[in-house]
């Protein structure tokens, strides 16, 4: 290799040709690159009813990495990888994947899903079967009305549910732990949501999909929640840790969530969820999640428990910690909520521990 360097110098160009004739090619192979990308992101995904093997190969292909072989187990799929999928989904009519949009049932979300989603995608809410309470602002779903829901959404024992949001990741994380919860295997979080679906330029749609009522039974899972008297032994044995996600001044006291009493569980561990994710709202590497966790007081080789005010963060916050690998991570539902308003004031702390 060092020879033919040595011997270039009589027919080779000189110097200054070579670096500009580099940096001509370098300029096409990006400029061909960016168009390819581009044109790539943004081809109709779904409804474009022609589809072409080359797009489908390229697709594929193209970033051939680790996330094209995400199965079912895995915690979080890539807008790359969904698109692939959705894409091969619609030329063979495969079903095995089910888009899920899942928004705060807030007022205006359903037509927001209507006017555009993910191509495919079905609508729920984690209000869907479940009544507000005092004590659980957002309450378990009854499991007849859930089963009947989830068999409607066309949901199989088979299926693998990829569920995403608009807003910030909770109601997904939320629906994915409900999912779980109910005994359902495979069920993936799209990680950036909405936002990053589009901003990594996919194209929504407006079409409605139509699904088959299954027959599928669900199985509740205990291990995955942690009721109050559970938490009552935690707080008092440590057994199992107890990690907090609300913001930091409304875990140490310094302020009231919705009137609720100040502070947290004796003992909790304080990892607000804005902590858990990258600028553009997906979470941190697996490797900075530990880190984190660690930093702030948990101890990973020992079980842990989350928490928020109502089980909406403490889903997030459960997602990220099996992220880290530790295995099953429980969320108490009834949470701030129901501690606050249940216990005496002797098992409420205030301060940064
Ligand atoms: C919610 O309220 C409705 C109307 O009162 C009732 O029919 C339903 O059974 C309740 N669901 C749950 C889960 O409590
Ligand atoms: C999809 O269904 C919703 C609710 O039934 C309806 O309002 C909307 O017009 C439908 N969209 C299309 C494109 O058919
Ligand atoms: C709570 O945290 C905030 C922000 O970090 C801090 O300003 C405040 O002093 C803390 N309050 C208590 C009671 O520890």
Same mark, same amino acid.
């Given at each position: ?42 081809? #109709?995904?779904?409804?474009? /009813?022609?589809?072409?093997? =080359? !797009? &489908?190969?390229?697709?594929? @292909?193209?970033?051939?990495? $680790? ?20 894409? #091969?989904?619609?030329?063979? /009519?495969?079903?095995?994947? =089910? !888009? &899920?949009?899942?928004?705060? @049932?807030?007022?205006?979300? $359903? ?243």
């Amino acid at each position: 290799m060092g020879q033919k360097i040595d011997n270039s110098s009589p027919h080779g160009c000189a110097m200054s040709s070579c670096v500009a004739m580099f940096a001509g090619i370098l300029f096409l192979v990006c400029v061909v690159g960016v168009g390819v990308t581009v044109y790539f992101a943004t081809i #109709e995904i779904v409804d474009c /009813g022609c589809p072409d093997d =080359r !797009v &489908v190969d390229k697709m594929v @292909g193209d970033k051939k990495s $680790e996330d094209d072989k995400k199965g079912k187990d895995t915690i979080l799929v890539s807008t790359h990888w969904l698109s692939t999928k959705i894409y #091969e989904a619609s030329r063979t /009519g495969d079903a095995t994947i =089910r !888009v &899920v949009e899942v928004s705060m @049932g807030a007022p205006g979300d $359903e037509e927001l899903f209507y006017e555009g989603h993910i191509p495919n995608a079905v609508y729920t809410t984690v209000k869907s079967c479940a009544n507000a309470t005092a004590l659980f602002p957002v309450d378990l779903p009854d499991p007849e009305c859930f089963g009947e829901h989830i068999r409607s959404l066309g949901i199989s024992e088979d299926t693998h549910v990829v569920v995403y949001d608009r807003l910030d990741i909770r109601p997904s994380s939320r629906e994915w732990w409900i999912l779980k919860l109910h005994g359902h295997k495979g069920v993936s979080i799209l990680d950036g949501g909405l936002a990053k679906w589009i901003s990594d330029g996919y194209e929504t749609s407006n079409k409605n999909l139509t699904t088959l009522t299954t027959d599928y039974s669900l199985t509740f899972v205990p291990a995955k929640i942690r009721h109050m008297d559970a938490m009552m032994y935690n707080m008092k044995t440590r057994a199992e840790q107890i990690a907090d996600a609300r913001n930091g001044e409304v875990y140490n006291g310094s302020i009231s969530d919705r009137g609720l009493k100040k502070g947290h569980i004796p003992g909790a561990k304080n990892i607000p969820l804005s902590y858990l994710f990258e600028d553009d709202r997906t979470f941190k590497s697996p490797e900075d999640l530990r880190k984190l966790a660690e930093s702030r007081g948990l101890d990973l080789e020992r079980p842990v428990v989350t928490m928020c005010r109502t089980g909406m963060q403490a889903s997030v916050l459960s997602v990220a910690l099996h992220l880290t690998g530790i295995g099953n991570v429980p969320v108490y539902y009834g949470s701030w909520s129901q501690w606050s308003q249940l216990v005496d004031d002797e098992y409420i702390a205030i301060g940064s521990s």
